[in-house]
Nanobody, 120 residues
Framework: QVHLVESGGGLVQPGGSLRLSCAAS????????MGWYRQAPGKERELVAT???????NYADSVKGRFTISGDNAKNTVYLQMNSLKPEDTAVYYC??????????????WGQGTQVTVSS
């Protein structure tokens, strides 16, 4: 069983920065895509950023130019550097990895979530 372990959340003032990290507890046979999602109170979970093959990235319009996703397929890790944080970035952030097991069955793994609060 693969578990994703997140770290790096916390309380930060507007304009500040945080770096989220996510690591898989076991090696994933073949990673297809890694990403970060977030869910604010009373709202649906939304995509923040994804990275494919360690290079191709995609961002929500609301975070473009402020957040940077990076990842290492070989190490089963993904990061989210968040700069110029705004109160509206406050949410629980979830790590997601889509990949194949040794039977080439596609799996969709989620982390437990880490709270990010942007407030003065």
């Amino acid at each position: 069983q693969v578990h994703l372990v997140e770290s790096g959340g916390g309380l930060v003032q507007p304009g500040g920065s945080l770096r989220l990290s996510c690591a898989a507890s076991r090696s994933i046979y073949s990673i297809d895509n890694m990403g970060w999602y977030r869910q604010a109170p009373g709202k649906e979970r939304e995509l923040v950023a994804t990275i494919t093959n360690g290079r191709s990235t995609n961002y929500a319009d609301s975070v473009k130019g402020r957040f940077t996703i990076s990842g290492d397929n070989a190490k089963n890790t993904v990061y989210l550097q968040m700069n110029s944080l705004k109160p509206e970035d406050t949410a629980v952030y979830y790590c997601n990895i889509k990949g194949y097991d040794s039977s080439w069955s596609l799996k969709n793994y989620w982390g437990q979530g880490t709270q990010v609060t942007v407030s003065s």
